[in-house]
């Protein structure tokens, strides 16, 4: 098949971009277009495949793209596909879905959620920090009409596409609610390549030392709560990320010699960090969660808030455990609670086999119709 995946943006590298290298392994010969491409922070690894972008494609923009949030709706709908297509996938958490297939081109949309700053608020500090001064004082009229209109939009771009799966059951019920249309669930893959429970690596950690928490320093992700626990708890703590939080957060550590932060790291360096690691902390709540479903892979127990996608991925008291409030108190309770337990390594790894490459190539290709698939292989 003649396959084009549409992808919001590509200036950052985190969850959605390691679905998109998926896709690449399921139709490597596929075009991928997108509203702007940074070539550093995601190392180059698309550069090939980059087949369309929008007017939204300076340097700059790339680099500060939060401010042009409105604007993307329209850059992505007055972008082309440049050839014909038999498959269209777009792969989003808001704008790519909104991208105009020609007649006769099969629309799947891979939703990682609804679009965030539109239908939930809470969001909004990511895109305009009211803690500055200067957004205080114009985030009440600016965000609000923004928001309103970024809803509007995205209700009718999401009528768009043939078909539509999530990332979860947590976000299937938010497509409903918000677009009022049916989804299948089709979870996002580890890369077990990378991601992999090694038994005899495992006995030479004498005793996991450490927690972790890994990810976007974003307001949303509830870093600061991670460091406030881990603040008064004086237990060791590394933290794996970058993003537009991390000065602020590492503000909050001057004087704590138990955490410790590191910026990007390559994967066979996460993946002995996420081994080694007493448990995962992951306080947000999480469209699915790729990280927490990466750390099981490793075999390791993951603390979690007990909402959205995290509540399939952990199984409570034997995967991992949950907290019920977004405090520190209740992150506390959890985490005295998980060192309580003698976890089985073994067993939260294969329990995480779940979130396979295969079962998901499965679900992408089971998803485009029969008769398209027929053809093609004819």
Request: proline share 6%.
């Amino acid at each position: 098949m003649k396959v084009a995946i549409a992808h919001d943006y590509l200036n950052q590298f985190g969850g959605a971009e390691r679905v998109l290298e998926s896709l690449l392994k399921i139709f490597p010969d596929a075009h991928v277009y997108t509203l702007l491409s940074d070539r550093g922070p995601v190392r180059d690894r698309f550069t090939s495949a980059i087949y369309g972008t929008s007017f939204l494609d300076t340097p700059f923009i790339a680099r500060h793209h939060r401010p042009f949030i409105p604007l993307m709706p329209l850059a992505i709908s007055t972008m082309r596909l440049k050839e014909r297509y038999d498959v269209l996938i777009s792969a989003t958490a808001g704008y790519a879905k909104g991208i105009t297939a020609p007649p006769g081109t099969y629309h799947l949309s891979y939703c990682y959620t609804p679009l965030r700053y539109a239908w939930e608020h809470e969001y909004i500090p990511d895109v305009l920090n009211p803690r500055r001064s200067l957004a205080g004082k114009f985030s009440n009229w600016f965000v609000s009409p923004a928001a309103s209109y970024l809803r509007r939009w995205d209700f009718k771009a999401a009528q768009r596409p043939h078909a539509m799966l999530a990332i979860s059951r947590f976000i299937q019920e938010k497509i409903k609610t918000y677009y009022g249309r049916d989804s299948s669930v089709v979870y996002p893959p580890v890369d077990s390549r990378l991601f992999y429970f090694d038994a005899k690596k495992k006995k030479k950690v004498s005793d996991e030392r450490y927690y972790l928490a890994a990810g976007r320093l974003l307001h949303y992700k509830k870093f600061d709560l991670i460091l406030r626990a881990f603040s008064n708890l004086e237990l060791p703590l590394k933290v794996v990320g970058s993003g537009k939080e991390g000065a602020r957060l590492r503000s909050m550590i001057r004087h704590k010699n138990n955490i410790e932060f590191l910026d990007f790291v390559p994967d066979e360096q996460l993946r002995e960090l996420y081994a080694g690691a007493r448990g995962l902390i992951f306080p947000q709540a999480e469209d699915f969660g790729l990280v927490a479903a990466e750390a099981a892979s490793c075999g390791t127990p993951v603390i979690a808030f007990r909402k959205g996608g995290a509540l399939e991925i952990v199984e409570e008291g034997r995967t991992g455990v949950f907290f019920d409030e977004q405090n520190v108190t209740s992150l506390i309770k959890a985490i005295q609670a998980a060192r309580s337990i003698a976890f089985n390594r073994p067993y939260i790894a294969r329990r995480a086999k779940a979130f396979s490459f295969a079962s998901f190539k499965r679900g992408i290709v089971g998803a485009i119709p029969l008769e398209i698939r027929r053809r093609k292989a004819a």
